[in-house]
C-alpha cells in the first residue's frame, strides 16, 4: 500500500460521519448547499396546484351602471326604474251608499294581463307606492304591475296596472300598448284561472307632469281598469320619458 493511500485512509478514519458528508457536499455541490433555497422533488408542481386552487383575487374598479343606453325607440333611455307618474297619487275614498256596490267576489288578485291582438301575454306582479308616494314599477321588464292600493280589477273603482315601455336593451312588456284602439278587448285572469274582459273606452297621452290622477287613480261608479306607460321622447337631463299614455277600459264580462 502507497503511502498516499494510507494517508487518505487515516483521514477518513479520523472524520465524523456527518462532518465527511458535509466536506463531500462541499467539494461536489458548493453552490446547492450555499444558496440557502433547495427545492424538493415535486415542490414546483404542488405550488403550482396551490396557485390554481388558491388564485390570489383580482380587484377591478367598479364605476355601477351606465346612465344611458340604446333604445328601440331611437334615442337613449335610463336604466333606472322610475314611477309612471311625476307626484302622490289621491287616496280613493270608500264608496258612497248613492254608489252601486259590486258582489266582492267580481274583484280579482290580478296573476296574468292578456291583450291578443298586441301580442301581449304577461305576469302581473303586486306593487305598492314608493317613498314619493307614486306608484311603483315592475321588477322585471316582461312583467306588468297592479296597484295594490288600487281597485281590484273587476270591482267598482279605477284599478291600475302599469308596464315598462322598453328595456336598457330591448322592447319591454307595454312598448306597443300605444297601438292600443278603443273597442279592443283586455283580458285580466286571476292565478285560479278567473277571467275579467275589459273594453278599451278611450286612450289619451299627457305630458308627463300633468296626467289627471283623479280620472286614473280617484273614485268611479264603474269598475275600470287603466293601464299606464312612458311614451315620448327621453328627456336626459331628467332622465325620463316626457309624455304618459294611458288606455282607459271598463268591464264587460
Not at 192 to 199: I, K, L, P
Amino acid at each position: 500500500m502507497s503511502a498516499r493511500t494510507r494517508l487518505i485512509i487515516s483521514l477518513v478514519a479520523g472524520f465524523d460521519a456527518g462532518l465527511l458528508v458535509l466536506v463531500l457536499l462541499l467539494i461536489f455541490n458548493p453552490g446547492g448547499l450555499l444558496a440557502g433555497n433547495v427545492t424538493r422533488p415535486g415542490e414546483n408542481n404542488i405550488r403550482l396546484a396551490q396557485n390554481l386552487t388558491n388564485p390570489t383575487p383580482v380587484f377591478e374598479p367598479d364605476n355601477g351602471p351606465s346612465l344611458a343606453f340604446t333604445s328601440p325607440v331611437g334615442g337613449k333611455i335610463s336604466p333606472l326604474r322610475t314611477s309612471p307618474l311625476s307626484g302622490p297619487i289621491p287616496t280613493p275614498r270608500p264608496a258612497s251608499s248613492s254608489q252601486p256596490v259590486a258582489p266582492p267576489s267580481l274583484g280579482i288578485i290580478p296573476a296574468r294581463l292578456k291583450i291578443p291582438r298586441l301580442g301581449i301575454e304577461a305576469k302581473i306582479e303586486q306593487v305598492g307606492l314608493d317613498k314619493q308616494g307614486r306608484p311603483d314599477v315592475p321588477r322585471d321588464y316582461s312583467n306588468a304591475a297592479w296597484l295594490k292600493v288600487s281597485s281590484k280589477p273587476g270591482e267598482i273603482g279605477n284599478a291600475v296596472i302599469d308596464g315598462h315601455l322598453d328595456s336598457p336593451t330591448a322592447p319591454a312588456i307595454f312598448f306597443n300598448l300605444k297601438d292600443l284602439k278603443v273597442g279592443e278587448r283586455v283580458y285580466v285572469l286571476d292565478a285560479a284561472g278567473q277571467q275579467r274582459v275589459f273594453e278599451v273606452v278611450e286612450t289619451a297621452v299627457y305630458p308627463y307632469d300633468q296626467a289627471p290622477l283623479d280620472r286614473i287613480f280617484g273614485d268611479s261608479t264603474e269598475a275600470r281598469l287603466n293601464l299606464i306607460t312612458c311614451t315620448g321622447a327621453f328627456n336626459y337631463s331628467t332622465e325620463n320619458y316626457d309624455r304618459r299614455f294611458v288606455a282607459y277600459t271598463r268591464l264587460v264580462n
